[in-house]
């Protein structure tokens, strides 16, 4: 482990699901540890972990290596909460990237951080620069670059991101694609907060939508999910893995 990582995490509780670590926090302490990263101008990854992501990473050592790398790593579904909780060290609550992004765009408006987008269709990219702006009056836009590019074009985004110097990147390519282009590129960043966002440009641009607040409420926004987007079970298969590979986990652990 890397010794911002470690100073990172210091003091932080923390679980660890199938090998990998997660904070035990809330979304309002998620975003103090985020604001104390502009104050110090610290280069500072925060990694969204769903329980797909987790049991990915059992059979993906790279982003095994990133998840475990990561300054802040947020419990984002309802299968890591339940699993910290039958673990004996419960997160306190579902911290949702899409949620916490919209956090740290307030904040970043408040606080004047220049914010880069970069990641999803050109279309969909542009709305969400604009509704970002609209919804956060005085967003400074550092830039924006959509997500298809080529290989070979990677650390050409990198610089290209560096030369804006934004104090918050939101990277919404998809995981594991976004952790490890953060992770490859991490020492060619500017100090800044990065985030993996997922889909969430499709959210804040108004293509897609969240599952009503109720839904969310009682976790079950995986479900809303597969049943608006059927292609989606394929990847929801690897939700009754984890939880029965969580299982195994604490047998062991009790025995």
């Known amino acids: 482990m890397n010794n911002k990582a470690e100073t990172a995490k210091k003091g932080a509780a923390r679980v660890r699901i199938l090998g990998r670590p997660v904070d035990c926090l809330t979304r309002d302490a998620a975003l103090g540890k985020i604001m104390q990263a502009w104050r110090g101008k610290k280069f500072f990854h925060v990694v969204t972990a769903n329980a797909e992501m987790i049991y990915r990473s059992t059979h993906d050592d790279m982003l095994a290596k990133v998840i475990e790398e990561a300054e802040l790593v947020t419990a984002d579904g309802i299968g890591v909460v339940l699993a910290s909780r039958l673990l004996g060290r419960p997160a306190p609550e579902r911290v949702a990237g899409y949620d916490l992004m919209i956090s740290c765009l307030e904040q970043a408006s408040r606080q004047n951080i220049p914010v880069f987008f970069l990641g999803a269709r050109p279309e969909v990219l542009q709305k969400a620069v604009a509704a970002a702006v609209t919804r956060f009056p005085g967003l400074q836009v550092a830039g924006s670059r959509d997500g298809y590019f080529l290989p070979g074009e990677e650390e050409e985004v990198a610089s290209q991101v560096s030369s804006r110097r934004p104090g918050l990147l939101l990277v919404a390519m998809g995981v594991p694609k976004q952790e490890k282009w953060i992770s490859r590129f991490g020492d060619k960043l500017p100090p800044c907060v990065v985030m993996g966002v997922g889909g969430s440009f499709d959210v804040l641009s108004g293509k897609a939508r969240r599952a009503p607040a109720w839904v969310q409420k009682a976790g079950l926004e995986w479900l809303?999910?597969?049943?608006?987007?059927?292609?989606?079970?394929?990847?929801?298969?690897?939700?009754?893995?984890?939880?029965?590979?969580?299982?195994?986990?604490?047998?062991?652990e009790r025995r």
């Not at 292609?231 to 298969?237: D, E, I, N, T, Y």
């Not at 984890?242 to 195994?248: D, E, Q, T, Y």
Request: proline share 7%; net charge positive; charged share 30%.
């Open 224 to 252: 809303y999910r597969i049943v608006r987007e059927p292609s989606r079970l394929k990847r929801a298969m690897d939700l009754p893995l984890f939880l029965l590979a969580v299982l195994a986990q604490f047998l062991k």
